[in-house]
């Protein structure tokens, strides 16, 4: 089992787990030691040990969790993995078919070394789940290709148990055509190998009036799929999208009014797609990977928090000014690779916004430019300060005298231009209440001193708090 996949059975603290295992008859629990290495002693801690052989085997007595009703039963086991699950079967006589009735079917190929056999076990169990509604149907692979045909199978048995949340992952992308009028679809997430040339396309008709959240990976052309997927659901919510090796010229119209989410990573910077964005009711967005595209913010009144963590490339500055005054009004923003000289000067933000985090390598000036800009900010986080001279600016940003109550620096090395820029900082924001310092520790060598130089540093604020939390070292 994937040591990023624990079920939550499993995940219960031990003393719980003993009180379940104390429920049942001793014989019983000293069975759940095959379920997985978590319960393999599990039994050894129970609290009731029940040993009477006439009771045990009387036909009337039947231990307290089988005693459960069928569908609490079953529940139990949508929680554990499918494989573990199936191996209750073992339990007892009402445990036998207890599996079949499971909600949620979760399969990956982390631990198998027979394919055939991993393609056996998950036809089999298709074949015998009788559940009405299957919330989940996940299938990772990290070691094994299945084929087209095979997934798309299995995909159509899904559908056909009435699935609400499908998570998909695999090297080959085979999609049924009963996917794309699912009517019981809430949560579709597919992502597949950048070697799979042939991709995957959509029918003409899609249509799935119940899917709220989209998570789609794209190697090619998304008009083929992703924009057809976007275009026929028609509550969505939130959507996140990967577009690598496009090579057309459209731009990426979003027209979805109902959309509160978006997460858009494009990769290719071979292109300059315009971003068209007409989301009057989008409350978050991140916009990742490469700054290649020209941002147009139609409709974005709604917009409370933006991520921009985009690579920078050389001569698309402009790119970068139109999206940060695109967001200009949100509450809270974060910054990542982004350098002033790519980036002449920093639009001016809307008083709006309280909230900013600076990632990346950020040069101190750089910081106290940005300041400049953004007159209603109360909150500062700054991850990292890249290695150069400091010169103290002549004038102090608006928002330190009114504004700005607390900073935050993390991954601290205690370089003199930081140190210059601390002092510059608690020397000059009147309002300010707490400085919090995390640093990066093997890089510190005298640590007691350093920070007793920095408590003495003078403070425009008498009601300013300097932190060093010691559970926040990075």
Not at 118 to 124: L, R
Request: charged residues 20%; hydrophobic residues 40%.
């Amino acid at each position: 089992m994937s040591s990023q996949q624990v079920d939550r059975l499993s995940g219960l603290p031990e003393d719980v787990r003993f009180h379940i295992l104390s429920l049942m008859p001793a014989k019983f629990a000293g069975r759940t030691s095959v379920l997985s290495k978590r319960w393999r002693f599990s039994w050894m801690f129970v609290t009731n040990l029940d040993y009477n052989s006439k009771k045990t085997m009387s036909s009337k007595y039947i231990d307290r969790l089988s005693g459960l009703p069928k569908h609490i039963r079953s529940h139990i086991l949508s929680l554990m993995p499918t494989r573990n699950a199936i191996k209750t079967s073992v339990l007892s006589q009402t445990w036998r078919y207890t599996w079949m009735l499971v909600t949620n079917l979760n399969f990956d190929d982390y631990s198998i070394h027979d394919f055939k056999h991993f393609e056996t076990f998950v036809d089999c169990v298709l074949k015998h789940c009788i559940t009405s509604q299957l919330n989940l149907f996940r299938l990772h692979q990290f070691r094994w290709s299945v084929g087209k045909p095979t997934l798309s199978n299995w995909i159509n048995e899904a559908v056909r148990l009435n699935v609400r949340e499908l998570d998909i992952k695999v090297f080959q992308l085979g999609l049924p055509l009963s996917l794309f009028t699912c009517k019981t679809l809430t949560n579709l997430r597919l992502s597949h190998s950048e070697d799979d040339k042939s991709g995957w396309e959509c029918p003409c008709l899609v249509y799935l009036p119940c899917l709220k959240n989209l998570d789609v990976n794209v190697f090619g052309n998304p008009f083929v799929n992703a924009f057809k997927l976007i275009s026929g659901s028609p509550i969505l919510e939130s959507l996140s999208l990967v577009i690598s090796s496009h090579n057309g010229e459209e731009d990426y119209v979003f027209n979805i009014p109902t959309l509160k989410r978006l997460n858009l990573y494009l990769h290719d910077r071979s292109n300059t797609n315009k971003v068209v964005l007409n989301v009057p009711n989008l409350e978050s967005l991140f916009v990742g990977g490469k700054m290649c595209s020209l941002f147009v913010m139609e409709d974005v009144s709604s917009l409370v928090a933006a991520t921009i963590k985009c690579h920078s490339i050389f001569g698309r500055g402009d790119m970068w000014v139109e999206l940060l005054k695109g967001v200009s009004g949100v509450k809270s923003l974060s910054i990542g690779n982004l350098s002033s000289i790519l980036l002449p000067t920093f639009p001016i933000m809307s008083t709006n916004m309280k909230q900013l985090v600076l990632q990346g390598f950020w040069h101190p000036k750089e910081v106290v430019g940005v300041l400049e800009s953004c007159p209603g900010l109360e909150h500062l986080h700054i991850q990292m300060f890249a290695e150069f001279d400091w010169i103290e600016p002549k004038l102090v940003p608006g928002c330190m005298l009114t504004k700005l109550t607390s900073i935050k620096i993390s991954n601290c090395i205690w370089s003199n231009h930081e140190m210059k820029f601390l002092e510059y900082m608690l020397g000059n924001a009147e309002v300010l209440k707490t400085v919090t310092i995390t640093w990066v520790k093997s890089w510190v060598k005298e640590e007691s001193q350093l920070r007793a130089k920095l408590l003495k540093l003078p403070r425009a604020s008498k009601y300013c708090q300097v932190n060093f939390p010691r559970d926040l070292f990075k």
